[in-house]
């Protein structure tokens, strides 16, 4: 379907578009409703008010859910995301609908000017776009997704025509957004960390001049309390940034905003397995993927994990000294690293205690993990990622616990997810202590990650790969390898791994004697 006729069919008017299991309760027809409401014809809105466009990690969590009542959904969600991608790999983090009005939301088309802005960085001509990014769980949802129906995924084609994006996009940050020269990848405006009015930003954004209040129009306080939404003034620094990026080509590494985020930097590594599940689906080991995942991890212990904190920390480049320096604020983001399966046994059990503990109270004096530490001075029940609880941080942390075998912990804050998106009308994010909604309602994640949760466990893993064919289109991700190994410059695959897993495929289809199909 067209981009302009999306919208054209009344949410109202739609009949849900799936048989429900017969052992499906209220709570599940509740939320399949929510993405019904908000499904557009190729993709998932966040919310039809405040959020009237494609998001892009909104829209991994969202296919991560949809693949639970619609795998060709929750594909179709991924595929409209990657037609969108830049030339350079990156996935911008905002795919404007056209049919939606400018003054819906801001920053708007007009704002971002992708088509000629990035014009040097390879943004599509035909499709409207933000230029920044978001944090990358795709290839962990693509994986889920895959899974929830592999003989569908396999009949589509659906991985070996995912699989060219998500090397891409991998490969984009790992080359353009190691800023620091650690070996991990820095985010240049918060909102690319998505947890964008964090305390943790408050130091690295105070170097910045905000852009004039007179410049722009707030559209999110059509929608939001404003002592709930970020102050003026923090807005006016995230609209500088912005434009300072676009202006400037949207060429990365220049800006005065530079941060190595733990999160952002757990779900590369996350995804990179899941890549690596691919890559073994798809007819190669994924040796490679698991070697890169490691060297991530153990670079991500070196330059972010803090034992006194008790926790991943942000990392300042543009802060004091030749390495920048750590920022002293404990954020959710900080504990997302619990989600990969090979952290080292003292640091995930660190972890686990921080969540516990006084900082964030989980499951004694909160119910979900607060997005800031309880006992930090900036710390609000009810404002923007400075204290509320969000859904999403929650099954990320759910799923830590279970990977780290803490079952009864993760039970529990099963259970307190379920409990607070069903009373919260699966609120957008909620007061960590009361549950109270905050935001919008009908959130889309709030509903698919409800969703992914009330199905049984081994329907969530998604670090067991089984054992799959390399179909008709199994080996059509590789023809760029092919044509750089033709052009002699296996230089440009990065760090040699890749072109090693290229090779591991081709030395697979040779003893085959060509595709499995």
């Avoid at 006992?375 to 204290?387: I, N, T, V």
């Avoid at 609120?427 to 905050?438: F, L, Q, R, S, W």
Wanted: hydrophobic content about 40%; glycine content about 10%; some cysteine.
């Amino acid at each position: 379907m067209e981009r302009s006729a999306q919208l054209t069919v009344p949410a109202a008017e739609r009949d849900i578009a799936y048989d429900p299991p017969r052992a499906a309760g209220p709570l599940h027809l509740r939320a399949a409703r929510v993405l019904e409401a908000n499904w557009t014809g190729a993709s998932t809105v966040p919310s039809r008010g405040l959020y009237p466009h494609q998001w892009s990690w909104d829209s991994a969590f969202i296919a991560i859910g949809l693949r639970h009542i619609s795998p060709l959904r929750a594909q179709t969600e991924l595929e409209t995301l990657f037609d969108a991608q830049w030339g350079d790999g990156r996935i911008p983090h905002i795919v404007f609908n056209p049919s939606v009005p400018l003054d819906a939301y801001f920053p708007s088309p007009d704002f971002w000017r992708s088509p000629a802005a990035g014009r040097a960085t390879g943004a599509p001509r035909t499709v409207q776009t933000s230029g920044i990014v978001q944090p990358p769980v795709h290839a962990l949802a693509a994986w889920l997704v895959h899974l929830a129906d592999p003989v569908l995924s396999r009949a589509r084609g659906f991985l070996a025509r995912v699989h060219p994006h998500l090397a891409a996009w991998h490969r984009y940050l790992l080359h353009r957004r190691d800023l620091g020269g650690g070996g991990i990848v820095s985010v240049v405006h918060p909102w690319e960390q998505g947890m964008d009015n964090s305390p943790c930003w408050d130091a690295p954004l105070s170097r910045i001049t905000p852009a004039p209040a007179r410049s722009f129009r707030r559209a999110d306080l059509d929608h939001g309390a404003p002592e709930d939404r970020p102050t003026d003034l923090d807005y006016g620094r995230y609209v500088r940034l912005a434009a300072d990026y676009r202006d400037g080509g949207y060429a990365d590494g220049a800006g005065d905003f530079a941060v190595e985020d733990p999160a952002f930097n757990a779900l590369l590594i996350a995804s990179e397995h899941a890549l690596a599940r691919i890559a073994r689906e798809l007819g190669a080991t994924g040796t490679a993927r698991h070697t890169r995942a490691e060297r991530l991890t153990a670079a991500l212990i070196e330059r972010l994990w803090n034992p006194a904190a008790g926790m991943f920390l942000c990392r300042d480049l543009r802060g004091a000294g030749p390495a920048g320096e750590l920022i002293p604020e404990r954020g959710v983001s900080g504990l997302v690293p619990l989600l990969l399966p090979t952290l080292p046994r003292d640091i995930t059990a660190t972890l686990v205690g921080t969540a516990h503990g006084p900082h964030f109270g989980l499951g004694d004096t909160t119910r979900l993990v607060p997005s800031y530490d309880l006992l930090g001075e900036a710390f609000d029940p009810h404002r923007y990622w400075r204290g509320p609880a969000w859904f999403n941080t929650g099954w990320l942390l759910e799923r830590g616990l279970r990977t780290h075998g803490e079952r009864q912990r993760a039970d529990a804050l099963r259970r307190a997810v379920l409990e607070l998106a069903d009373a919260s009308d699966f609120a957008e994010y909620v007061d960590p202590y009361t549950g109270a909604p905050c935001g919008t309602t009908g959130f889309s994640w709030t509903a698919a990650l409800t969703l992914d949760l009330l199905h049984e466990e081994p329907a969530r893993d998604g670090y067991g790969a089984p054992d799959g064919a390399v179909g008709d289109r199994g080996a059509e991700e590789f023809e760029e390898f092919e044509e750089l190994e033709r052009t002699e410059e296996p230089e440009k695959f990065d760090a040699f791994e890749e072109f090693k897993e290229f090779k591991e495929f081709k030395k697979y289809k040779e003893s085959k004697g060509g595709n499995r199909g």
